[in-house]
């Protein structure tokens, strides 16, 4: 998409999304739904396939039952990240409430940063938008670069509008430097349910039922700075409500074997979309990578 288009798209389309009600923004989200579901089959044999892998003991009314509930969840993913180009504190923090944030209060006295790992489940964007509104920390999110560099423009503008810090995973380690050279308190969120983009960096795990290729960032970085690690739990209250709650991973990295930051955090991920999968995001190929590539 040309800059143009992008631009166009943004400022003619999405802004005047986002200002809309949130009532007006599910009943769009309504019909969203009937389209990528019944119209465009958005990605549907890809998002059927990955259920089926995941959860071969389902019989195939129950995959559609899920199938159809994540469209649905998609849908208002859409709009939710629409709103939050314009959207309030007051309404944000309303909507996204970490409910035991002083469970990492401790480490913030001991001027001490940590890492904040999770996965793409229920509303993602909110947690980086409203982060560091959040915690004591100073809120840092780690993502990937987009392809299309104006919208990763309006993404990092859209990510930190209240005080969020956004890095690239690329500049991850440079970032960490100069936190700690300013002698700054962070608190690092990253995502670690991607499909990793070097074969040769990743670490092998079972993961819903297959061999998986996981991001090591995490525990790489937790490793290597002695960062307390903590898995996020996103749970759906009602629609467009979310409710966030911390668990320690490990509180010293560098004394762990190696993989197990990793698969603790694939472990409670797993748990998390067992009980609603539903709400994790089965549209993307996570499973690009075989163990076949793992020796090649």
């Known amino acids: 998409m040309s800059v143009v288009a992008s631009y166009l798209l943004f400022y003619c389309i999405l ?8 009532r007006v923004l599910y009943f769009l989200s309504d019909i969203m739904c009937f389209v990528l579901k019944d119209v465009v089959k958005y990605r549907k044999k890809v998002i059927v396939a990955n259920l089926k892998n995941s959860f071969p003991q389902k019989n195939e009314a129950e995959i559609r039952s899920v199938t159809k509930k994540y469209y649905r969840h998609l849908s208002d993913l859409l709009v939710e990240a629409a709103k939050m ?9 309303k909507r996204y409430k970490c409910l035991n944030a002083d469970i990492l209060l401790p480490y913030y006295k001991d001027k001490k940063s940590i890492i904040l790992a999770s996965a793409h489940y229920n509303n993602w964007e909110y947690m980086v938008a409203s982060l560091d509104m959040q915690i004591a920390h100073h809120g840092i999110g780690v993502g990937k670069r987009m392809s299309n560099k104006t ?3 309006l993404a990092f503008a859209k990510r930190t509008r209240y005080g969020t810090e956004v890095c690239y995973a690329d500049n991850v380690r440079q970032d960490m430097e100069n936190h700690i050279a300013n002698g700054d308190v962070c608190a690092y969120m990253l995502l670690s349910d991607q499909s990793p983009n070097d074969v040769n960096k990743c670490y092998w795990a079972n993961f819903l039922n297959q061999k998986t290729a ?3 960032g995490a525990e790489y970085f937790a490793k290597k700075y002695n960062y307390p690690v903590f898995f996020y739990k996103v749970d759906k209250v009602k629609r467009g409500y979310y409710e966030v709650s911390f668990s320690l991973v490990s509180s010293s990295p560098q004394e762990t074997p190696y993989g197990f930051v990793v698969e603790s955090i694939a472990k409670l991920t797993e748990d998390a979309i067992k009980a609603a999968p539903e709400f994790w995001l089965w549209s993307h190929r996570r499973w690009k990578l075989t163990p076949k590539a793992e020796n090649q």
């Open 214 to 216: 996981l991001i090591y």
């Open 85 to 93: 180009l314009t959207i309030s504190k007051k309404s944000l923090l």
């Open 151 to 153: 919208f990763e423009r």
């Open 15 to 22: 802004i005047p999304l986002s200002i809309l009600p949130m």
